[in-house]
């Protein structure tokens, strides 16, 4: 694909002011861009940045350096009163958990046309004939309209919040582990539908999530973060092949599910970073079975293998 991406991160980093003078970086010198229509997988475990990266990109949390580019548009340090025009026009997030969403007292059908009246995408009237299309986009039937979110299923409630994140046509779609508290079978649903409106609507996905299996599921590209730093990036469909990163190759290697009706299911263990608390050398020397006496005294630059495969590792073999 080419073109312009719909967002290209450069260099983006997150610092927070800890006692003592010390900063901890929650992210740390990420770059990756997402051309139209396609996917990118952002994976990674609790506190490793996936998230803090999403709220930089929605203006929830204020980017300490490096720069955010929507469409070519730098967004990264824009005035409160540009955040409509420039970001929350063109940029939706669909969150783990539905419910909180929702107003309790809001009918589906009202929370609907809430964003397109919003926006100034149409009238009130018009969304209100809007708002049974959408249901159908999402394969729900329009006698939901007058439902209250609290009685829906948890994929129904899933399901409406996609369907008001694409209601106003975004540029970017994220989806912050939009499916990981969704019991298997309605997971596996809702994957189905975002692959499928996605092809027809020719939509961006950034969707962040713990488990490889999932994202591997639906991204074109898969980028592997570890305590804020992103540390591999490659195709989907090279994961298992020719992954190379000691963190991503030990993410492989992690508990694989009997419930994937006998095909491997990646998970990610859970990597305590506690016992990192310096800035300096790689974040993932203590935990290596490589790691030699550099590794632990300077950060690794990104290194380009083949097929616009990237790592950060001192001993990665045939790296250019």
């Known amino acids: 694909m080419s ?9 983006l ?13 929650a992210v ?6 997402v051309p139209q229509g396609a996917s990118l997988g952002l994976v990674g475990e609790s506190g490793c940045g996936k998230s803090t990266i999403a709220r930089m990109i929605t203006k929830l949390t204020e980017a300490t350096g490096g720069s955010i580019l929507l469409d070519g548009d730098d967004i990264t340090h824009i005035p409160e009163k540009e955040h409509k025009k420039r970001v929350f026009s063109k940029v939706q997030m669909v969150f783990q958990d539905p419910y909180g969403v929702f107003s309790p007292r809001m009918p589906v059908g009202t ?21 049974k299309r ?4 999402v394969e729900l039937p329009s006698s939901l309209l007058d439902r209250m979110p609290h009685q829906l299923s948890g994929g129904q409630q899933q399901r409406v919040v996609i369907a008001r994140a694409i209601s106003i046509k975004p540029r970017l779609l994220i989806l912050d582990e939009a499916t990981s ?12 539908l975002l692959m499928r409106l996605q092809k027809e609507l020719q939509l961006t996905y950034l969707f962040i999530g713990h488990d490889l299996a999932v994202v591997r599921s639906i991204a074109d590209r898969i980028a592997v973060m570890y305590a804020g730093n992103l540390v591999e990036e ?38 305590s970073l506690s016992d990192k608390e310096d800035n ?3 974040p993932f020397a203590h935990r290596c079975r490589e790691a030699g006496a550099s590794c632990s005294k300077e950060q690794p630059g990104s290194r380009l293998l083949e097929k616009n495969h990237v790592v950060k590792c001192f001993h990665v073999h045939g790296a250019m």
Not at 13 to 25: C, E, H, L, V
Not at 28 to 33: E, L, Y
Not at 181 to 192: H, P, R, T, W, Y
């Open 234 to 271: 490659m195709d989907s469909e090279d994961l298992t092949d020719t992954a190379v990163h000691p963190y991503t190759l030990r993410l492989l290697e992690s508990v694989f599910s009997i419930g994937d009706k006998g095909k491997k299911h990646i998970e990610l263990e859970n990597f």
């Open 280 to 282: 300096t050398g790689c």
């Open 28 to 33: 740390r010198d990420v770059s990756f861009s």
């Open 134 to 137: 959408l249901l159908e986009l």
């Open 3 to 11: 073109g312009t991406p719909v967002l290209e991160i450069r260099n």
């Open 181 to 192: 508290a969704l019991d298997v079978s309605v997971q596996e649903g809702v994957l189905k």
């Open 111 to 131: 929370f609907l046309e809430e964003g397109l009246v919003f926006h100034g995408v149409m009238s009130r009237k018009e969304a209100s004939a809007e708002a």
């Open 13 to 25: 980093t997150k610092a927070f002011s800890m006692p003592g003078g010390r900063d901890f970086y």
